[in-house]
């Protein structure tokens, strides 16, 4: 009888133990297949049009914002990734004036912040948030 009552010791300690690793795992975001994009305006000009060329599993391109009224505050995105890959943002103001990046490397998990500028984009990048 102390063995049954010992294995059942055992198995729920491993199950509480498993369920605990779940969580942490989900929580930090461990097996995301994702970056995250921020992009920032400081250029005084509102934001009507984003698009953003991915090059990981081919080149893929999007469109992401088209907006009336143009967009003013910060805008998140997720790229999806297989692994790792390359990117280039250009970016529209209202008026019609246009800026890109030089394009940057990324890999999943990596908070890039794009910050947009009169003469152009700067990139930095953040401690990834989970």
Known sequence: MRWVVR???VVTFAGVVF???????TL?????????LELRNSSGKPIRLV?????????RKYT????????TDPLWFSLP??????YTLRVTHAD??????QGGYVQRGNHII????????????GKFRY
């Not at 930090?28 to 995250?36: I, M, Y």
């Not at 698009?51 to 080149?59: D, K, N, S, V, Y």
């Open 81 to 86: 990734l297989c692994g790792e890959g390359g």
């Open 19 to 25: 369920l605990l690793g779940a969580a942490t795992a």
């Open 51 to 59: 698009e953003i060329t991915l090059g990981t599993c081919g080149e």
């Open 64 to 71: 992401i914002v088209e907006r009336e009224p143009p967009v």
């Open 96 to 101: 019609g004036s246009a800026v890109s990046s």
């Open 7 to 9: 294995a059942a010791a």
């Open 28 to 36: 930090r975001g461990w097996g995301d297949s994702t970056a995250r």
């Open 114 to 125: 794009e910050t947009v500028e009169v003469s152009g984009v700067k990139t930095s990048y």
